[in-house]
């Protein structure tokens, strides 16, 4: 019987396959790396295309993960961007290496990231723009923000590909006391909050 | 600067005054001296130009003069701060004998627009007293009877000795030599005796020669040309074998090596690396070559490779650690790697910065040549994205009830603040010229929570941010 894949819960109960390329979308994306990257717990390379006007806030990243571990590194297009993130992932020197595409990205790039990412036993995140992905990826989130009366974090996120399990849909808050996404229960049967809605 | 005609002097500050360090010919016909002080040379006379002097530059030449003076002997040391001497023992009569040297090196250095002093003797010290107080050379043996005639200070002597022993009368070396040593150390101590001997070569003298500059490069010519990116490699590695071995001994490690093969047809091409951390271990420096030597294009092949590192920095032999070395050297490698592909000054890491301004509340720095550092803080939420300020219609003081921003119709839903920063007003900031800003964190109903900045000296509302 083959060995189970190492995995992680990004959610309580909601495994993510280690060491496989995972991709993220939506404009809730960037918290979805972030705890992902809270999660794993180790160095970070980030790469992005330089000429690229929203940078990353590291004072906002802290409030997730350590960006002491955190590289940045900077293209000029995207065959360097690709190029970059085989690398990183084959030189098995962080835990996480988040790629911002800005383009399409082809069957054959998706399945060299994910072999790079089995070779050099690192898990690799893209953060695509909507529709963009490739079939190579192992799952697909779509993270949107979701307004919420008494968080400030909430968010929605669906599972919109994934090969090894079945879709679904979680709506999450950031707990920034234990570092950890939680999963809030759907609304209706919420407790504390049936008064709330009236 | 342009050669003078007139008076022309160098100045040094020392001792709180301004003192004339070096001067040309006319200033001496005028009376000056050199140890003047700057105020009375200028007294005496009024059309005196002078500079400030460089005694580091000046240091600096005449190591250059030292490397040049190589050509006459291999035994080249530095005399003093102005001096050069040379240890020409079996090496004159490649020039035809002690004369034409001498003449040789005159005429080289005057066309080079120098002025050379220069004395030729048996011992360093009569050599010395020559250049400075006569010319020419002492024939071998001759030495006693050629510096007989000079005055005192050529024995090199304190300046209170030289005062000392010409008020008593002894002007010339020979007076001294006349008279009996016993007396002179009961007087003046023995180190006259010991300058006198050196003179005379009954105490040995040494020239010590400059050391050569460590160099960290390796050379390596073929008798048949190669073409194949394998054999290039093996060339590599056994140059880089030497250079390594020389930084080892130096206890130094390379920051940026350059390798550079020469083809047949004598065109070169050239394969850079600059390294993430100074390193000196050949195992792991030469697959961060591969890439770079695939690319060459070798044409008819290759007959010579030269590895020189380019830069060189100190590394400490350190004491090893099991814990954090094998994977810090791997994200090292890493960042070499892709340093080599999209260049090395862009791959960062983030810094904290101590300012309330939002995007210089961290800074970036070359992750190649820094080290995380310092701790991060947070007094309130910010954004984890920040981008150029992005202006919306909106009036008032507080934020508006709907908006549009980024083609997108969103109304506010519950709004956080004000917050107020101030421009820091010590920097110039052109982005900061608008005065004030109060910002909110505004989260809309559609979901995105943005962090919205109003101007209030000169009304108007950006968007600069998103929160998570």
């Given at each position: 019987m083959p060995k189970p894949a190492p995995h992680i819960d990004i959610l309580p109960d909601v495994p993510l396959r280690l060491n496989r390329c995972h991709e993220a979308c939506g404009p809730g994306a960037d918290a979805f790396a972030f705890t992902l990257a809270a999660r794993l717990n180790g160095p970070v390379m980030w790469i992005s295309e330089s000429w690229t006007p929203a940078q990353l806030n590291p004072v906002g990243y802290s409030q997730y993960?350590?960006?002491?571990q955190l590289l940045m590194a900077r293209t000029k297009d995207q065959t360097d961007t690709l190029a970059v993130a085989e690398e990183a992932l084959r030189a098995?020197?962080?835990r996480l290496v988040v790629t911002e595409l800005t383009q399409p990205i082809s069957l054959l790039a998706g399945r060299r990231l994910q072999l790079a990412a089995e070779t050099g036993q690192t898990t690799a995140l893209c953060l695509i723009p909507?529709?963009?992905?490739?079939?190579?990826?192992?799952t697909r989130w779509r993270c949107t923000p979701v307004f919420h009366q008494a968080d400030s974090t909430q968010a929605r996120w669906e599972i919109i590909k994934n090969k090894a399990g079945t879709l679904s849909a979680w709506d999450v808050r950031w707990d920034e006391k234990t570092r950890h996404m939680l999963v809030v229960p759907p609304?209706?049967?919420?407790?504390?909050?049936a008064d709330a809605s009236g | 600067m342009r050669p003078v005609d007139g008076p022309f002097a160098l100045t040094l500050h020392e001792a709180n005054t301004d003192r004339i360090y070096c001067l040309n010919d006319p200033a001496e016909g005028q009376g000056l001296s050199q140890g003047m002080g700057l105020a009375d040379a200028r007294a005496f006379c009024p059309d005196l130009q002078s500079r400030p002097a460089d005694p580091a530059a000046d240091a600096r030449f005449l190591r250059i003069l030292a490397r040049w003076a190589k050509r006459y002997c291999p035994w080249v040391g530095l005399d003093g701060r102005d001096g050069l001497a040379l240890d020409i023992t079996g090496a004159a009569h490649l020039y035809g004998g002690e004369a034409a040297l001498l003449e040789d090196l005159h005429a080289r250095l005057t066309r080079a627009g120098l002025q050379v002093r220069s004395g030729l003797a048996d011992t360093k010290g009569a050599a010395w007293a020559i250049a400075h107080y006569a010319r020419g050379v002492a024939p071998p043996g001759q030495t006693r009877n050629h510096i007989a005639?000079?005055?005192?200070?050529a024995l090199r002597l304190p300046e209170d000795t030289v005062t000392a022993l010409q008020r008593l009368g002894l002007r010339t070396v020979d007076d001294i030599l006349t008279l009996p040593r016993a007396t002179l150390t009961r007087r003046f101590g023995t180190d006259l005796l010991m300058r006198l001997d050196q003179a005379l070569g009954d105490q040995p003298e040494e020239v010590s020669p400059l050391p050569d500059p460590p160099s960290f490069a390796a050379q390596m010519s073929l008798p048949e040309p190669i073409g194949l990116a394998a054999d290039v490699m093996a060339g590599t590695e056994r140059l880089l074998a030497q250079v390594c071995t020389r930084l080892t001994q130096q206890e130094a490690g390379a920051r940026a090596l350059l390798l550079t093969l020469r083809r047949v047809d004598q065109a070169s091409q050239q394969v850079e690396l600059r390294l993430a951390r100074p390193l000196r271990d050949a195992a792991r420096i030469l697959p961060l070559f591969e890439r770079g030597v695939s690319a060459v294009d070798a044409g008819f092949g290759i007959d010579q490779l030269r590895l020189e590192a380019t830069q060189v920095e100190r590394l400490p032999a350190r004491q090893l650690s099991p814990l954090h070395a094998a994977h810090q050297d791997k994200l090292h490698d890493l960042i070499t790697r892709i340093g080599s592909r999209i260049g090395l000054d862009n791959v960062h890491r983030y810094l904290p910065a101590d300012s309330h301004i939002p995007e210089r509340s961290y800074t970036t720095a070359v992750a190649a040549y820094s080290d995380p550092s310092g701790a991060w803080v947070t007094l309130r939420p910010r954004p984890i994205r920040l981008f150029p300020p992005e202006p919306i219609a909106a009036t008032g003081h507080r934020p508006p009830r709907h908006f549009r921003w980024r083609r997108m119709s969103l109304s506010t839903a519950r709004i956080t603040g004000p917050e107020r920063i101030a421009p820091e007003w010590w920097l110039q900031d052109d982005s900061w010229r608008s005065g004030l800003r109060d910002y909110w964190q505004v989260d809309t109903r559609q979901g995105r929570r943005l962090w919205m900045y109003h101007t209030p000296q000169t009304p108007g509302w950006y968007v600069q941010g998103e929160f998570a």
């Open positions: 993960a350590d960006p002491a098995h020197a962080v909507q529709g963009m992905g490739s079939n190579a990826a192992d609304a209706g049967n919420r407790p504390g909050l | 005639k000079l005055p005192v200070p």
